[in-house]
């Protein structure tokens, strides 16, 4: 009886494998590069949407940029195309800056504070905060996000922009720096941002000095990483907070999971119902042309592309992160 339920589970990992050969550590570095350079070759023609613009810095930007990067809880990392070309971080920084104050606060001052649920609005929506009685909703929307630095420790900017930047720096695994055109642009630009910060402060929903903390979001906002940055940020999220290549936990489990439910609810914004219907993953999108997205004890992908739909998410990296996930049947639902 005993022999039979072995014998039963070895079969039962021999088809897992062999079905799903992806999963397994040794052959996955042909497959997981193979699946790049086919998704490279698959939308390198790809030009649909459009830079933003309401950042005049980011107009400027080539949209032709196209990276695509893969890292895996055992610190591989797997490249093809313009993986070493900075750009400005944008949202994705909301996910780490998330959960900075998580860790430094604990996770039940999100919920009271800011708030957990999807706005299913545009990511700097003046209405959402209107139209819900909590004000500010989550965390990867401008108004959450902004509020979420006013939680931050720090007296001044300096002191908060050292802590932050050192957090954004150990996920990179390397001292990351900041595109002074483009915060100096949004910086000229950002009146609805501040607009937003004002209402929240005016419902008791803002945490601290505006000047100051717009400041910082500003700053999160315009840290340069490449694509290759991005997927070794996001591996620590699919290595369950512990960084794969240096092996130090940056945060708690508990944590992991709560930032990744706020990706599926919103970190595509008004489109992340759809994401999660088609793709499957938590995910987070940037202005800057940027996506990463978190397959858990599996693998974090990145994708750079500067052109974006009306929702302010890069229609190639869409495009590219749904194509990789599906070869790597990575749909966690
Ligand atoms: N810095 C941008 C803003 O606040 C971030 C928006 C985004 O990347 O979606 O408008």
């Known amino acids: 009886m005993k022999l039979t339920h072995s014998l039963i589970i070895f079969v039962q990992v021999l088809v897992l494998t062999c079905a799903s050969p992806a999963l397994a550590k040794s052959p996955q570095k042909p497959i997981i590069q193979s699946i790049l350079d086919d998704t490279y070759q698959k939308f390198?023609?790809?030009?649909?949407?459009?830079?933003?613009?309401?950042?005049p810095a980011l107009a400027k930007v080539d949209s032709t940029y196209f990276g695509l990067?893969?890292?895996?809880?055992?610190?591989?990392?797997?490249?093809?195309?313009?993986?070493?070309?900075?750009?400005?971080?944008?949202?994705?920084?909301?996910?780490?800056?998330?959960?900075?104050?998580?860790?430094?606060?604990?996770?039940?001052?999100?919920?009271?504070?800011?708030?957990?649920?999807?706005?299913?609005?545009?990511?700097?929506?003046?209405?959402?905060?209107?139209?819900?009685?909590?004000?500010?909703?989550?965390?990867?929307?401008?108004?959450?996000a902004i509020a979420t630095v006013s939680l931050l420790d720090g007296k001044n900017e300096q002191s908060k922009w050292s802590v932050l930047s050192a957090w954004y720096d150990n996920f990179a695994n390397r001292k990351l720096s900041v595109l002074e055109d483009v915060y100096e642009s949004e910086?000229?630009?950002?009146?609805?941002?501040?607009?937003?910060?004002?209402?929240?402060?005016?419902?008791?929903?803002?945490?601290?000095?505006?000047?100051?903390?717009?400041?910082?979001?500003?700053?999160?906002?315009?840290?340069?990483?490449?694509?290759?940055?991005?997927?070794?940020?996001?591996?620590?999220?699919?290595?369950?907070?512990?960084h794969p290549l240096t092996d130090k936990r940056l945060m708690s489990s508990e944590n992991v999971s709560r930032v990744l439910a706020v990706m599926t609810t919103a970190g595509l914004y008004e489109n992340s119902g759809q994401w999660a219907y088609q793709v499957g993953l938590p995910a987070k999108s940037g202005v800057g042309g940027g996506i990463i997205a978190v397959s858990p004890g599996r693998f974090a992908v990145a994708v750079f592309s500067p052109r974006l739909d009306g929702a302010g998410n890069s229609v190639r990296a869409q495009q590219a992160i749904n194509f990789i996930a599906e070869k790597l049947h990575a749909n966690i639902f």
């Open 69 to 144: 990067a893969v890292a895996t809880p055992h610190g591989e990392i797997y490249t093809k195309g313009d993986v070493n070309q900075p750009f400005s971080i944008q949202s994705i920084s909301k996910v780490f800056t998330l959960a900075l104050a998580m860790e430094q606060k604990g996770p039940q001052i999100i919920v009271d504070k800011i708030g957990v649920n999807a706005t299913g609005l545009a990511f700097n929506s003046v209405t959402a905060i209107e139209l819900n009685k909590a004000r500010s909703v989550n965390p990867l929307v401008n108004a959450g």
């Open 187 to 242: 910086s000229e630009t950002n009146g609805h941002n501040r607009a937003i910060a004002e209402l929240l402060s005016s419902y008791n929903r803002f945490y601290g000095d505006v000047d100051i903390n717009l400041a910082v979001y500003t700053r999160q906002c315009s840290v340069a990483v490449t694509t290759k940055d991005l997927a070794v940020m996001a591996s620590v999220l699919a290595n369950n907070g512990v």
């Open 44 to 55: 390198k023609h790809e030009e649909s949407g459009k830079n933003a613009d309401y950042i």
